[in-house]
Each structure stands twice: as structure tokens, then as C-alpha cells.
């Protein structure tokens, strides 16, 4: 789990992720408005926004979370919203180059940015 606050409105329509295995992995993506913090037990504020099928890369390779694969997730500019994704298995590593580990507040760019 960790929080993106937008410094101006975006669009979340893909992600990367870092898995460990080489192998088809099961993915789900949750969002909630707000931050996760005392909420990670609280199942009926996630919403999930899908769930595909990827095959890792490796460790130290991020592996794309194709556009399509979830529910665009649309950040307003000043809010924050929660993301959760998560893997069945227990080789899922949270990473955004020197940032690493559940629950850190990861600088995200905008790269897709909205239309007005």
C-alpha cells in the first residue's frame, strides 16, 4: 500500500511493478480515496479497480501492469488517493528506484496528463 498525492490532476492508466519470479502471477489493483494509513485492515474502503495476469521479469526488471488492466484511476491536483496492488504470491517487491518498502509516499510523476 502506498499513497500518491497529485501536484496537478492525473490519470493512472498503467503501472510497473517489481516481481522476483519469472512465472504468470495474478495481479489486483485497489484504490481508495485518502491514505491507507489505518486502513489496511479495513476491507470496505478498497476498491478494486481489476485484476490481470502478468509474467514477471526478475528481480531488479520491472514488470508493466498493461493500460486496460485496471480502471483508470483519476487523481484530482492537492488529493490523495491509496493504491493497494498486490500479487498471490509472496514475491512482490515495492520499489520506485531508491524508494522501497509498503507504506512509503512515492513522488509520482504525471505522465499521462488529463484533458481540461
Known amino acids: 500500500m502506498f499513497d500518491v498525492k497529485a501536484i ?17 502471477e495474478a495481479v489486483e489493483v485497489y484504490s481508495k480515496e485518502g491514505t491507507y ?4 485492515q479495513n476491507y470496505v474502503a478498497w476498491v478494486r479497480q481489476g485484476e490481470t495476469k502478468v509474467i514477471g521479469r526478475g528481480e531488479g526488471e520491472s514488470t508493466p501492469v498493461p493500460s486496460g488492466s485496471f480502471s483508470i484511476i483519476e487523481i484530482g491536483a492537492g488529493e490523495t488517493v491509496a493504491l493497494y496492488v498486490t500479487v498471490r504470491t509472496s514475491t ?5 528506484g531508491d524508494y522501497e ?7 509520482i510523476t504525471p505522465l499521462i496528463p488529463t484533458e481540461n
Do not use: M, Q
Open 8 to 24: 496537478e490532476r492525473i490519470r493512472i492508466v498503467s503501472l510497473d511493478i517489481h516481481l522476483i519470479s519469472t512465472i504468470t
Open 37 to 40: 494509513k489505518g486502513e489496511s
Open 92 to 96: 512482490f517487491i515495492y520499489s520506485n
Open 101 to 107: 518498502g509498503a507504506g512509503k509516499v512515492l513522488p
